[in-house]
């Protein structure tokens, strides 16, 4: 009985898999964030200093990079959830918890590879300045999280 029940929880809109996905990344992109934020300490840096390496242009704020980080965490979200449920309901079942961590650690690797090695290096991008175990890290964590906030999201 419990996995039809799990099986048409997955087959619910789309749209509402995206807008979860929306705010899972979200939320995983402000864990990110904080871990970076607080990592910049051990390298010399200001929280806001690291908040504006995610800026937009020269004149940006900690604001605005932060809002910018965490729109950028969203649209990954949206991507990371709508991937899950397209696997999820080919396998007809949901993932443990620690499959979806698991996941999740494998898509932030992606992310931070393609960070690393394709876009922040073609940008000039301020973020490329930021020690790599740490970007690494901040990434693990962004995944992780995002991993299980997005298997919590479909058991709802």
Not at 19 to 36: D, K, N, P
Not at 79 to 108: D, H, M, N, V
Request: net charge neutral; aromatic share 10%.
């Amino acid at each position: 009985m419990r996995e039809t029940r799990s099986i048409n929880r997955l087959d619910g809109a789309t749209g509402d898999v995206a807008v979860g996905g929306l705010f899972s990344g979200m939320i995983a992109g402000l864990a990110m964030v904080t871990y970076l934020a607080l990592a910049a300490l051990t390298f010399g840096e200001g929280p806001l200093t690291m908040l504006i390496r995610f800026r937009g242009s020269d004149a940006s704020t900690p604001l605005v990079g932060l809002l910018l980080h965490l729109g950028v965490s969203g649209v990954y979200g949206i991507i990371f959830a709508l991937i899950c449920k397209f696997t999820a309901r080919s396998w007809g079942c949901e993932p443990s918890s620690w499959l979806a961590a698991s996941i999740g650690a494998g898509y932030g690797l992606a992310l931070w590879l393609l960070a690393q090695w394709v876009i922040l290096p073609g940008l000039n991008s301020p973020l490329m300045e930021i020690p790599r175990i740490h970007f690494f890290l901040g990434h693990q964590i962004f995944g992780i999280s995002l991993g299980l906030l997005s298997n919590l999201e479909m058991r709802t």
